[in-house]
């Protein structure tokens, strides 16, 4: 596989210099998330019933204290860290649950918001227990074997449950539900990223040459490839396929950053579209959302209506450039998914092209934010951690953003911070803590500390 340089960066701030803190950036921004989303809950009352909701106040204080909560922590644990990640996720968590607020009120027999507001403020809290509890990122990496077992043990307990809408990711217990899944992602996260960094040397200069390839010996790169197939195989069991295919980007992308090897880039994709071929090939559930992908108005000409697909690109389509308004809109036809897998249909039907565009622009800000952090740091477990953990986002909003709109085929996951899911958002506020101590690191040493 051929092999690249990395590409010229700016010169860090020498050791010891002076590194602003910039928390009352974060607070500042904070003020404003809280805010925006404050109007867009008043606005969807005004829509809707000409006046004001009557718990925008709680709305607007919940959120608030929450947020504010988390940024105490960070002013007193990580002084140092990015002030965009925490703003940005409060804007989007906002959103979200403004967004689920709008269509409970189409479905008054399914109010999902309550339950997403609870959930939510179980990921602040655990962000904060994060920032607070985790002093140093680096300690993660003695854990790495403890995190690929129960990675594995969380993706294999679904088997065990009834299976939902075709597929066994959820655990249910006395109306009680999670998806292990999205747990086992970042553990997977973790134990990558130590096992790459403790062998990048040897996976980049060691193995044989095949034509003008280089492969690792088998003895390196075959313990983290049969972990990879286990968590894998566990999900195409589980017809997971859209975690699946998480995984993989993931697996790619960090043996892309430890080795600089750009074949690595070019083996994913092959995989990745022979695999994709092969599950559609004896797997139905697989094969009917192809279908669906490459026609979707099918089922309007055999006269059964719009499909979930279709009625997605209808909602995309009536949004125009500025949208019908917050409340305004239809996309609650797209049926039993319109809060969780195609939430971002409601969001560009409402806010138009120019709101789905800033959403977009806030994800990209927050990953890029996360790989700035990466690769700052002069160690090479932050670095990965911090690549793997910003791809993941990257990787999700993409599979879920592709899929709704039709670029490529349904894969039923969650927008992070938008849609409707507690493990989702739990998680997704884990990943954002990790990024936040991730970036303290990065930016302090700089400022006379120790460097990692």
Known sequence: MSKVGPAPVAAPPAVGARVGRRRGVELALIVLAVLLSVYGYCAVGLARTGSVPPGAAGYGAGLGVLALCAHVAVRIRAPYADPLPLPIAVLLNGLGLVLIYRLDLETPHDRAAPAQLV????????????????????????????????????????????????????????????????????????????????????????GRRLWRMQFP?????????????????????????????????????????????????????????????????????????IDDWLRPFATIDAGRGPNQLAQSLFAFAAGGVTGTGLGLGHSVLIGFAVKSDFVLATAGEELGLAGLAAIVLLYGVLVERGYRAGLALREPF???????????????????????????????????????????????????????????????????????
Request: net charge positive; glycine share 12%; aromatic share 10%.
């Open 119 to 206: 959930w939510s403020t179980l990921g602040v809290a655990l962000f904060i227990a994060v920032v607070l509890v985790l002093r140093d990122h680096r300690v993660l990496q003695r854990y790495s074997y403890v995190c690929v077992v129960a990675a594995l043990a969380l993706l294999a307990l679904p088997i065990l449950f009834p299976a939902v809408n075709g597929a066994r990711i959820w655990v249910r217990i006395a109306g009680f539900s999670i998806q292990p899944g999205e747990f086992a992602k970042v553990l997977l996260a973790v134990f990558f990223a130590a096992y790459l960094a403790a062998n990048r040397n040897a996976l980049a200069y060691t």
């Open 217 to 289: 010996t088998g003895r390196v790169l075959g313990p983290i490839v049969a972990i990879w197939l286990l968590s894998v195989g566990v999900l195409v069991l589980e017809r997971d396929l859209g975690t699946s295919l998480l995984f993989f980007g993931l697996f790619v992308v960090l043996l892309y950053v430890a080795t600089g090897r750009t074949g690595w880039i070019a083996v994913g994709v092959l995989l990745a579209v022979g695999g994709a071929y092969a599950v559609g090939q004896v797997e139905p559930h697989v094969a009917g959302r």
């Open 382 to 452: 932050g670095r990965l951690l911090a690549v793997g953990l910003a791809s993941l986002l990257a990787l999700q909003v993409f599979v879920i953003a592709g899929g709704v709109t039709g670029l490529i085929p349904l894969t039923g996951m969650a927008m992070p911070f938008l849609a409707q899911g507690g493990s989702s958002v739990v998680t997704n506020w884990a990943i954002v803590a990790l990024l936040i101590r991730v970036s303290d690191s990065a930016r302090g040493q700089y400022d006379g500390r120790e460097a990692p």
